[in-house]
Nanobody, 126 residues
Framework: QVVESGGGLVQPGGSLRLSCVIS????????IGWFRQGPGKEREGVSC????????KYKDTVKDRFTMSRDDAKKTAYLQMNNLEPEDTAVYYC?????????????????????WGQGTQVTVSS
């Protein structure tokens, strides 16, 4: 199970931290990804972190503003979002990719992920 929280309304330039609590998996066996879907847009990958926790990948337009991390003890992944822009408005989803036969994809492609949360709304507006 994957449960996101932390969304809300924030002014341009503001910050939010999203949380993703994961149950049913140990974090060192999964890739965790953050995705978003804006109004009238397709779902897109924002960031992901490898099962080791040492590798991360970001969408180009967020890599200088967003930071993904995880706390294995709390079984929680985070997305720290700074300097938010109106274009960041979307429903943000956390998803899990199960590692199969030791293979994992450090990928922002939604098709690579197996288990999804319900999403949390982020609105950036003045």
């Amino acid at each position: 199970q994957v449960v996101e929280s932390g969304g809300g309304l924030v002014q341009p330039g503001g910050s939010l931290r999203l949380s993703c609590v994961i149950s049913g998996f140990t974090l060192d066996t999964i890739v965790i990804g953050w995705f978003r879907q804006g109004p009238g847009k397709e779902r897109e990958g924002v960031s992901c972190i490898s099962s080791s926790g040492f590798r991360t990948k970001y969408k180009d337009t967020v890599k200088d503003r967003f930071t993904m991390s995880r706390d294995d003890a709390k079984k929680t992944a985070y997305l720290q979002m700074n300097n938010l822009e109106p274009e960041d408005t979307a429903v943000y989803y956390c998803a899990v990719q199960k590692r199969e036969a030791g293979v994992e994809y450090i990928s922002l492609a939604p098709s690579k992920y197996d288990v999804w949360g319900q999403g949390t709304q982020v609105t950036v507006s003045s």
